[in-house]
C-alpha cells in the first residue's frame, strides 16, 4: 500500500491505524498513541510512514500520527508547540539545537532505559555522546553523514568542464562556476549556489583555517576578518557570475526541493550527504557528491561525521515508554532499517549497517561511499553547539542576504556578524 503524505500533515498508516475511541479507556489511548514531528522531503515522509505501519502492525493497538515540515517552518513549530505544552512525544532534533532543548527540560533523558528498552550496545560511542548533554542522553542518532556539494553531472558535461575533485580549492572552484554560467547551455543556470549562508559551509571553511564556530564553552570562536573574508569571498563570486544572484538564492528555503540545484539554477549546490538520494529522486540528471572545496591546496579539510539527526523524547510525553519503544524499532529492527536505507545517514548501528548495504541501490552506495571517503578530509566531531547556535545559524544567513543584495559591505556584514552572534550567546 502507497500512502502519499502531506508536507503538513499527515495520518501515518491510513486506514491500518485503529480508532483510539474503540479502546474503551482514555489511559489505554494515552498509553498507545504516539505523535512524530520531523523535518524533511516527501521521500523522508513515506519512508517514515512505512516504519510506523511497520510498527503498528507489530504492536496491535498502538496509533501513530505524524506532521513534517521544511527545516524552515519546522523549528518554530517545534517551539510552539513545546511552549503550549502540546509537545509531539517523539521529535526529530537536531545537533544544532539538542542543548538548548535540553537545558530547558523539553526532553526527556533516556540513558535509564538502557540497555533494556533502548539497545544503543552496537552504536558508535563518539554518537552516543553527541546525543548527550551534562551527562544525560537526550537524542538517538538516526544516521551519520556529512556535509557535501551536489554537482549535476549532466550540466557539467553540456557545459564541457570537468567536475571538481577531493583537491580543489575554492579559488579554483569559482573559475569552474564561471566557466559553467559563461557556456549557457542552460538558460538561467549558474555554476553553483550562493553558500555564503550556510552554516556548514562557513564552519568547513572556517576548520581549515584552524578556527571553528564555536568553542568548548559556548563562546564564539572566530573574528570579524574572518567573517569578512567569507563574505568577500562570495561577494567577489557574484561579481565572476559563479554563483546565482542574490534574487534566485533567496528562492532557497533551506530545503531539498527549493535549492538551486532541485530548482535547475546552478549545476553545484550544498547539502549533507543523508539527502543525496532524495536529491535523485527529485532531478532528473545525474548527480554525483564531492566535499567542499579546500581553502588552499595543502588543506586538510574541515569535513567530520556527525549525527545526521536524533530521535529525542519529549519530556512532555504522557507515553515515554513507547516513544521510547518506537525509537529503539527505528534504529534496530532490521525491516525497519531496510525501508529507511540510508535517507537519513548511514545507520549508526553495525548490524543495520550491514542489513542496508547489504541492499543499498547506486544511490545508496554513493552516499555511503562518500561518507567513507572522506580521508583526511574528516576531522574531529565539534561539541554541541551552545544555546542560540540556531539564532546565530539565522543571523548568518541574513547577514548573507543582505551582503548579496548590496545593503551591506562584506566588511560591515563581518562585523554585524560577530556583534550580533556575541549578543545571542550572551543572553544564554
Request: aromatic content about 8%; charged content about 25%; glycine content about 10%.
Amino acid at each position: 500500500m502507497s500512502l502519499r503524505v502531506s508536507r503538513r500533515n499527515f495520518v501515518a498508516g491510513g486506514a491500518t491505524l485503529l480508532s483510539l475511541s474503540a479502546l474503551g479507556t482514555s489511559a489505554l489511548a494515552q498509553e498507545t498513541r504516539l505523535r512524530l514531528l520531523w523535518w524533511g522531503s516527501q521521500p523522508r515522509a513515506d519512508r517514515t510512514n512505512k516504519v510506523s505501519q511497520l510498527y503498528q502492525t507489530k504492536k496491535p493497538g498502538t496509533s501513530i500520527t505524524g506532521e513534517f515540515l521544511g527545516w524552515g517552518d519546522y523549528w518554530p513549530r517545534l517551539a510552539t508547540q513545546v511552549a503550549g505544552r502540546n509537545a509531539p512525544d517523539v521529535i526529530q532534533m537536531d545537533y544544532r539545537y539538542i542543548v538548548q532543548y535540553a537545558r530547558r527540560g523539553a526532553l526527556a533523558p533516556l540513558e535509564s532505559y538502557m540497555p533494556a528498552k533502548l539497545n544503543l550496545d552496537d552504536f558508535d560511542k563518539a554518537q552516543i555522546e553527541g546525543g548527550s548533554v551534562d551527562g544525560h542522553l537526550y537524542g538517538v542518532s538516526l544516521g551519520a553523514n556529512s556535509a557535501a556539494t551536489v554537482l549535476n553531472t549532466t550540466a557539467f558535461k553540456e557545459a564541457g568542464v570537468d567536475l571538481p575533485t577531493q583537491a580543489t580549492t575554492w579559488e579554483e572552484f569559482g573559475r569552474i562556476g564561471a566557466e559553467i554560467t559563461k557556456a549557457g547551455k542552460r538558460k538561467g543556470m549558474f555554476g553553483m549556489a550562493d553558500g555564503s549562508g550556510g552554516e556548514p559551509l562557513f564552519e568547513n571553511w572556517l576548520r581549515q583555517r584552524g578556527k571553528a564556530l564555536y568553542t568548548a564553552d559556548g563562546k564564539i570562536a572566530f573574528g570579524v576578518d574572518d567573517a569578512s573574508e567569507w563574505y568577500d569571498m562570495w561577494a567577489k563570486f557574484r561579481a565572476d557570475g559563479a554563483c546565482v544572484p542574490a534574487d534566485v538564492q533567496a528562492l532557497d528555503k533551506n530545503d531539498i526541493e527549493t535549492n538551486t540545484v532541485s530548482l535547475g539554477k546552478s549545476a553545484a549546490g550544498f547539502a549533507h550527504s543523508n539527502q543525496f538520494v532524495a536529491y535523485q529522486a527529485m532531478n532528473k540528471d545525474k548527480l554525483a557528491l564531492t566535499n567542499y572545496m579546500r581553502v588552499k591546496a595543502d588543506s586538510k579539510g574541515g569535513h567530520y561525521r556527525k549525527p545526521s539527526m536524533f530521535f529525542s523524547v519529549s519530556a512532555q510525553s504522557k507515553a515515554v515508554d513507547l516513544a521510547v519503544d518506537y525509537v529503539n524499532f527505528f534504529v534496530k529492527d532490521p525491516e525497519a532499517a531496510l525501508l529507511l536505507d540510508v535517507e537519513r545517514g548511514i545507520p549508526e548501528s553495525s548490524a543495520m549497517r550491514e542489513v542496508v548495504a547489504a541492499k543499498l541501490d547506486e544511490n545508496g552506495k554513493i552516499a555511503l561511499a562518500y561518507v567513507s571517503g572522506l580521508g583526511e578530509l574528516a576531522g574531529k566531531l565539534p561539541p554541541p553547539p551552545p544555546a542560540g547556535a540556531g539564532e546565530g545559524e539565522l543571523t548568518l544567513r541574513n547577514i548573507a542576504e543582505q551582503v548579496a543584495f548590496g545593503q551591506v559591505s562584506p566588511s560591515d556584514g563581518g562585523k554585524q556578524l560577530v556583534d550580533e552572534i556575541t549578543q545571542i550567546l550572551a543572553r544564554g
